[in-house]
């Protein structure tokens, strides 16, 4: 009886093994990916599909990353913006005639989670995902989408999803689909480092 | 000793006098209102002043902290308080930095904006405008501030709403951190959740304030379970109301502490003196009765009695103490009381009536407090005196044994005579004392208003930190416009506004705000409906301005339609405010003055940092508008200080004017005045400089010298006596042993208030204390032994 107790037991264990032992690549190691990524810089095509507009608006500029937590966006046509995000406090400057405005990430969190999405990926950062998003996964290192859902409800009436698609600890495009059925679309071009 | 009829009448008008004054006392109110202690204003910026101090918003703000925890907990508990707070009906608005405290404000700002923005006027919708602001619009949806405007743009393409919030928020508030306040804390790195909230109760209610605080605290109680890790958090409150509720409640508490204290050490002291038990409860007895008999006339008098005014008056009246000691310690062993006091009557009477002559000067204070003080010492000490001659000698026929105090101390003529020596030298102190006060002058007074401030100075700094780090105002520059009617004053507030516009550019001032910016005159709204375009008119011009924008047809239907509405749309008028925090910000700046204050309105500018006070203050002038004041309250506050200062010294000359004028009839001998009156002067120029060493004088000092009179003249009148009477050691130790029991006892009664952390009670305290003690110095100099001086003029 022992003989045969201990062959079930080592059967059971290399059929726990065996699954995850094919799983090497997964969210974990997106994260770590992204994590080794210490600064980051880009040129960005953004394209905003808004129902009030009978044509998108289309803006581009640069995209800065510095981990862990700082992300710059200048936009530079058609109307100069910069928005920085440092920590918790983003600032965005449309310069003289526009709006300057200063605030805390948290406190607003329509625009804190869209750019938690972002930053969150690009710091590797899985809890600041988890905690406004849950994560979806699929592909393989050399090609992968990441699908962010809403948790909160308040936040859901205003985005649906977000689909982040990359390779290796790159982003490609982020696509934003907003509850009211505008959508925004996102081209990243990494900079050569 | 027979029991006469006239004992017998005495006796029972005296309880008969008891009866009625439980009876009155019964239905008297007790007030703990600390501005009785704030002077009745005599003017108007002034009575401003004293009402916001009363009543207004800032009067009714509590500030909350908590901390010890970490900011994300804290954070947490602050959005767990914040909710059950909001669902208190004491509190009328609670802030947190949530969008939740401001969601009824947002809500009033959106459904009126075309009648409250300022941007409105018949340009604002031209064709041009239009089409600047659709381009506006078109920038603000390709940038990262798209989410913030784009719901809204289809009903507010002009972005009204953007004014009203910013104008709203423009004051900069604290720093937010996880949707809440949250400021760093001065000293280490920690973090500070902030909440401000606002009683429903008057600044001046502290009934309802500490019902608010007790509020606050059972809040966070049933929030911590909720919050895990939140055990740790301390809550820290501040505010006016907190601290008028922490000053009564330590007022009472040292209050009765201390008096019990007080007590103790007299009753052991005369239970030392006299070695009779039986006679203590009769010692108090002049001061039981006096005291009833001043709460009686206090509430006859005021309609209500303030617990200070009782805790503190039978201190005041503690003299009467003195009465039954002279009575006991002047009779012999088993003569009788009744024999004693023919002897000491004159010298009693005269001692009481000086006393009141000073206390008479508080009944005219601007205090309501010191005013209740004079009229209940006054009352009381009648009464007191009166019990110890009619009551006393038929309540303790014979004389006890009582021991001379001299049986402890060295012969009381060699100590007189060892007195006697230190006149001419105590005259040189007296003279040092005045060259002391002399060389301070003009900085011998506090000038500020706040060194009257209950609150410890830790507490106030606090109070600045929270205030500074939540935004909530700290009014002190004001603009004050009086009206005949609400709508005169906010047409007139709205003048203001422009004229004060120069002023902002060239920097005098940084802003203000203004009863008008919630609820505009009727005259402006109207104005401004006027302007707003007829529903084809403004169809026609958008279509014309929207020509070449990519925004979809019939996008900004929702816009054409709350224009419409807003031109038909009723006035605002102040109901349309009720249960906002704009509604309580307008409650503080537009109110109706009080009939008996004149009558008709006022409406308050705050003004923002103000950098040049001469300039604003020139300008206003400059503008010739009688309506308009502009006041500085801690200016005023100071100057009010000033004022009642001066007004306290008036009262206390003419006290002491009194005092000679009533010392001259009665003792008909300008000798035997200066006598008296030498040494109470010499012993008041001493304890002033001797406080003045310590730190400026308040006005407790200046009430405190009055009692040191008061008290200080039955010394020096016995002394007195005892120079021209006394003629055998016995009686003539026994005169001064009840000076010196009398002082010692007075000494340790108002020792004990000294160590008062109460500026009232320590200030009055130390002052007592010090200063009867130096005017038995004094008076017993001026004495000399009575034997050598019997024998000369014998």
């Known amino acids: 009886m022992a003989p045969r107790l201990w062959i079930l037991i080592v059967a059971l264990a290399a059929a726990g093994v065996a699954p995850a032992a094919a799983e090497a690549w997964g969210v974990a190691q997106l994260m770590a990916g992204f994590q080794a990524v210490k600064s980051s810089r880009a040129h960005f095509v953004e394209r905003r599909h808004l129902a009030m507009l009978s044509e998108p608006l289309r803006s581009t ?108 600890a790159s982003i490609h495009t982020v696509e934003t689909q907003e509850s009211g059925g505008d959508r925004a679309e996102l081209i990243v071009m990494e900079d050569p480092p | 000793m027979r029991v006469t009829a006239r004992d017998v009448r005495a006796i029972a008008l005296w309880l008969g006098g008891v009866a009625v004054a439980i009876v009155v006392v019964g239905r008297t109110e007790f007030s703990t209102d600390m501005s009785a202690f704030l002077p009745r204003a005599p003017a108007q910026g002034q009575q401003i002043l004293v009402d916001q101090l009363r009543n207004g918003v800032v009067s009714r703000l509590i500030l909350v902290a908590l901390e010890g925890a970490e900011p994300a907990t804290l954070a947490r508990l602050s959005k767990a308080l914040a909710a059950r707070l909001r669902a208190a009906p004491e509190l009328a608005f609670v802030g947190n930095g949530e969008d939740a405290g401001l969601a009824a404000d947002r809500d009033f700002l959106w459904r009126n904006r075309y009648l409250l923005s300022p941007a409105v006027d018949a340009a604002h919708f031209s064709v041009p405008e239009l089409r600047r602001a659709l381009e506006r619009d078109l920038g603000l949806l390709g940038s990262s501030a798209a989410p913030l405007i784009k719901q809204g743009l289809p009903h507010d393409p002009t972005g009204e709403i953007l004014v009203l919030i910013e104008r709203l928020t423009g004051e900069a508030g604290p720093p937010t951190r996880d949707g809440v306040w949250l400021a760093p804390t001065p000293e280490a790195d920690g973090s500070r959740a902030l909440l401000v909230a606002q009683t429903r109760a008057a600044g001046f209610d502290l009934d309802g304030q500490a019902l608010a605080l007790a509020v606050i605290d059972q809040a966070l109680a049933s929030a911590r379970p909720d919050v895990p890790g939140a055990d740790a958090a301390r809550l820290l409150t501040s505010g006016p109301g907190v601290f008028a509720v922490r000053a009564r409640a330590a007022m009472k508490a040292e209050v009765s502490r201390l008096s019990m204290l007080a007590t103790g050490l007299v009753a052991g002291l005369l239970l030392l003196a006299y070695r009779a038990p039986r006679l203590l409860p009769l010692a108090f007895l002049p001061v039981a009765s006096g005291a009833l008999a001043g709460v009686a006339a206090v509430g006859l008098g005021f309609g209500y009695v303030h617990g200070i005014t009782l805790g503190f008056g039978v201190t005041l009246i503690g003299e009467a103490v003195d009465y039954a000691i002279y009575l006991f310690t002047q009779t012999a062993p088993g003569a009788a009381t009744a024999a004693t006091v023919p002897r000491i009557w004159p010298t009693l009477r005269l001692g009481v009536l000086t006393s009141i002559c000073g206390f008479a000067a508080m009944l005219f204070s601007s205090f309501t407090g010191f005013a209740q003080l004079g009229l209940f010492t006054i009352a009381g000490l009648v009464v007191a005196a009166a019990v110890m001659r009619w009551i006393l000698p038929v309540v303790v026929p014979r004389g006890v044994a009582v021991p001379p105090l001299g049986r402890l101390m060295p012969s009381w003529p060699a100590l007189l005579g060892g007195a006697a020596r230190l006149r001419v030298p105590l005259a040189a102190v007296a003279l040092l004392a005045l060259g002391v006060l002399a060389a301070q002058h003009g900085r011998l007074w506090q000038e500020e208003l706040a060194s009257l401030n209950p609150v410890p100075i830790a507490e106030q ?270 009686a003539s130790g026994r005169t001064v042993s009840a000076v010196v029991l009398a002082n010692l006892c007075t000494v340790v009664g108002f020792g004990v208030l000294a160590v008062s952390s109460i500026p009232v009670l320590h200030g009055i305290g130390t002052t007592v204390a010090i200063g009867t003690f130096i005017c038995l110095i004094f008076s017993a100099s001026w004495t000399p032994s009575p034997g050598p001086r019997a024998a000369r003029e014998g």
């Open chain 2, 461 to 730: 700094r606090l109070d600045q930190a929270l205030r500074r780090a939540s935004g909530a105002p700290d009014v002190r520059h004001l603009l004050m416009v009086d009206a005949t009617d609400q709508e005169t004053a906010l047409t007139h507030t709205e003048r203001l506004a422009a004229r004060l516009a120069p002023l902002i550019a060239d920097g005098t001032l940084a802003g203000f705000d203004a009863p008008a910016r919630y609820l505009p005159s009727r005259a402006t709204q109207r104005a401004r409906q006027a302007a707003l375009p007829e529903p084809a008119v403004l169809r026609a011009d958008l279509d014309h301005a929207l020509a070449g924008l990519p925004f979809r047809a019939a996008v900004f239907a929702p816009f054409l339609a709350d224009v419409a509405a807003a031109r038909l749309q009723a006035l605002l008028g102040r109901d349309d405010l009720r249960d906002t925090g704009l509604g309580l910000r307008l409650d503080s700046l537009l109110f109706e003055r009080p009939a008996p204050q004149g009558g008709g309105w006022v409406a308050l500018m705050p003004l923002r940092e103000v950098a040049d006070p001469a300039r604003l203050a020139q300008a206003v002038a400059a503008w010739r508008e009688p309506d308009v004041s502009y006041l500085d309250l801690k200016h005023e506050s100071d100057r009010l200080l000033a004022l009642y200062r001066d007004e306290a010294l008036w009262l206390a000359l003419l006290g002491a004017g009194a005092i000679v004028v009533l010392l001259a009839v009665t003792l008909r001998s300008r000798r035997r005045v200066w006598a008296v009156v030498a040494p109470l002067v010499g012993a008041v120029l001493v304890t002033a400089a001797l406080l003045s060493l310590g730190g400026r004088l308040s006005i407790f000092n200046l009430f405190g010298l009055l009692l040191v009179v008061a008290v200080g003249s039955n010394y020096c009148l016995f002394f007195e006596r005892l120079e021209r009477l006394e003629r055998d050691d016995t």
């Open chain 1, 61 to 168: 500029g640069t995209l800065a990353y510095t981990a862990p937590d700082k992300l710059e966006k200048v936009t530079l046509s058609p109307r100069p913006e910069r928005l920085a995000i440092d920590g918790d406090r983003v600032t965005i400057d449309q310069g003289p005639d526009g709006i300057r405005n200063s605030f805390a990430l948290s406190a607003r969190p329509e625009i804190g989670a869209f750019i938690e999405s972002i930053r969150g990926m690009l710091a590797g950062d899985r809890p600041a995902l988890e905690r406004y998003y849950t994560l979806g996964l699929e592909g393989a290192a050399a090609s992968w989408t990441v699908r962010l859902e809403p948790k909160d409800p308040a936040l859901k009436q205003l985005v649906s999803s977000i689909r982040i698609t990359g390779a290796a």
